[in-house]
């Protein structure tokens, strides 16, 4: 049977602020948040019910001396007790399932709105803002929610003992009706704080959480060339600061906690003495006393419901506020998909980008070498369609044309793409028409026949997230292979064979070469392995193209292109699993400047 999906439809959130994404929430469930509401409220009418019942049986049992009656309201304060203890089980059940309907539905918004974001996500927030609000924040979100039954009968019951003791004195009731406020007042500014320093405190841990995968996705190659101590006295100056930043969020909380115990305890005591003081005068009876102390015991329920209710307020707001602007992140306006103002060319055709003033004509195999990085990934966004920009194919702007034709005609390959869970051939087979003979084809133009020959089932071998059971060179050719796999018509591969050795890369340059002819090939990489088999290369600097010409064109007069990539020459990068093997103390100097 295959496992139900809580919120298919988990609806459109309103985004507009932090409380109005809980109020969402809540009217997302809101038969069950009125059960809890009505569950709540009698449970807390309940509380009081019983201080009156005892009162009865002090005065019309015991100072009556009426055995009947005594009996009779005994009996009725059992019958109370038995029904009090359902109510509790309803209540506290109810709210569990409103808690964990809005962490179900949380995630499925957040899921669904990570899904649109695309390609953005990473270059707006880091992974562990992320991981962040995927966990804790919305924990503490659909924590809130649950106050929303006991936070109802809470009202009801202060009010309901307030109208009680008005009818005992109401001098006792003006204490109760004023007391409450006053305490929520005195409470109020630590409130106010614990927002700002948790405010803080989740930002930094959702950087000091993405500086912690960042360590450990890298970790092989930080121990190979020495940098791995370095990065570790790093992350633990960061964990210093944050943990100091703890300490404040934590003096705050525990002063909270404090007071929401002490002052209705305080309070309360008040309230006892001074009934107790009108019972030694005689204006209320001893079993009138005992009800106010009764009420009063119970009162200290439904104030301590409101104060943690506050807490708890407090702290699922400052979390909501991270998973709406998570939710407010918009995907990069890539132009209209539904209406196109333009066909794509029907047959192979140039692609050009008037910001650097490349030219890639079709059915060849072309290089950039880019001196920034940045540069190149960002030519690759504009060039696959990932921004708005004036970039053309076949003399047309890429952003009028239909938005699937172009996913499906021109693929952008990053060479640290993700790589789901599955078999390897789930990973690699991503279209159903392809065989195992296809499969093969493209494993050995990635020149990962050995990655497929080492693991124990072959294609057959289940795989984690993220293939972590790979060095990061043979996850970088299994993503080669997978886009190779695609076969369109036009490949844009970002720097793909950074992690592997020089003879593997040399044999993935030759192979790709061939298994890539009369297709539009693009090669976004400094290597000159990879830039000696291309029919063109052309020189990036300054975010200009400044020179043309095969590679060894312009290593005979381009100082700077040559200087650009004999530093990939002088020290290829190694698969991350043997780089501690293929370095020198000098290149290993080198790497960490």
């Given amino acids: 049977m295959p496992p139900q999906i809580p919120h298919p439809d988990p609806g459109t959130p309103d985004t507009r602020g932090p409380l109005r994404y809980i109020w969402w929430l809540a009217r997302s469930q809101p038969w069950r948040v009125l059960r809890g509401s009505l569950l709540g409220t009698a449970w807390m009418a309940g509380l009081a019910l019983r201080p009156y019942l005892i009162a009865k049986a002090v005065d019309d049992g015991l100072r009556a001396r009426d055995q009947r009656a005594l009996l009779f309201w005994g009996l009725a304060i059992v019958v109370a007790g038995v029904v009090q203890a359902w109510l509790g089980v309803l209540r506290h059940r109810t709210t569990n399932f409103i808690r964990e309907d809005a962490t179900a539905r949380s995630a499925a918004v957040l899921l669904r709105h990570l899904s649109r974001v695309g390609a953005v996500l990473s270059r707006k927030l880091a992974a562990g ?92 190659v930080l121990a190979g060339v020495g940098g791995r101590g370095l990065f570790a006295r790093r992350y633990a100056d960061r964990s210093r600061e944050l943990l100091a930043e703890g300490y404040r969020v934590g003096a705050v909380s525990s002063w909270i906690r404090a007071l929401t115990h002490a002052l209705p305890g305080l309070f309360l005591a008040v309230v006892v003495w001074l009934a107790a003081r009108m019972a030694a005068d005689g204006d209320i009876t001893v079993g009138q006393l005992v009800a106010v102390y009764g009420y009063v015991a119970v009162l200290a329920v439904p104030v301590w419901f409101l104060l943690d ?70 030519l690759a966004d504009r060039l696959g369609r990932y921004v708005v920009s004036e970039a053309t194919w076949g003399g047309q702007r890429l952003t009028g044309m239909p938005l699937a034709e172009v996913r499906s005609r021109i693929l952008v390959a990053d060479h640290d793409a993700y790589l789901f869970a599955g078999t390897l ?3 690699l087979r991503i279209r159903d028409d392809l065989n195992d003979g296809a499969l093969r084809a493209a494993v050995r133009t990635a020149s990962a026949d050995d990655v497929v020959e080492a693991l124990p089932d072959g294609f057959d071998t289940e795989l984690d997230n993220r293939a972590r059971r790979l060095s990061g060179g043979q996850r970088q050719r299994v993503r080669l292979a997978r886009a190779l796999l695609a076969e369109p018509e036009v490949l844009i591969l970002l720097d793909p064979t950074s992690a592997v050795d020089a003879h593997t890369e040399a044999r993935i340059a030759e192979r790709l070469r061939a298994a890539r002819a009369g297709r539009t090939t693009l090669l976004l990489s400094t290597s000159p392995l990879l830039l000696g088999y291309a029919d063109t290369v052309a020189y990036l600097a300054g975010g200009r193209v400044v020179a043309t010409g095969t590679h060894a064109e312009l290593l005979e007069r381009e100082p700077g292109y040559r200087a650009l990539v004999a530093r990939d020459g002088g020290a290829p990068a190694p698969d991350a699993g043997d780089v501690a093997t293929t370095r020198g103390p000098g290149e290993v100097e080198e790497v960490l400047r």
Avoid: K
């Fill in 129 to 220: 803002e992320v991981a962040t609000v995927g966990g804790a924040d919305i924990g503490n979100t659909s924590y809130v929610l649950t106050i929303t039954g006991p936070g109802v009968g809470a009202v009801v019951a202060y009010a309901l003992v307030a109208v009680v003791l008005w009818t005992i004195s109401p001098l006792l009731a003006l204490c109760i009706l004023l007391g409450v406020p006053l305490i929520v007042a005195v409470m109020g500014p630590m409130l106010r704080r614990l927002d700002r320093v948790e405010t803080v405190y989740r930002h930094r841990l959702g950087l000091l959480t993405a500086r912690a995968g960042d360590i450990v996705a890298g970790l092989r």
């Fill in 425 to 427: 051939r789930d990973v």
């Fill in 309 to 378: 209710g506050s807490y708890q307020l407090i702290r699922g707001r400052v979390a909501a506020r991270r998973i709406v602007a998570l939710l407010n992140l918009a995907p990069d306006d890539v132009g209209d998909s539904d209406h196109a103002a333009v066909p794509a060319p029907p047959h192979p055709a140039e692609l050009r980008d008037p910001v650097t003033g490349l030219t890639v004509p079709p059915g060849r195999m072309f290089g950039v070498a880019a001196t920034d990085p940045a540069e190149a990934t960002a």
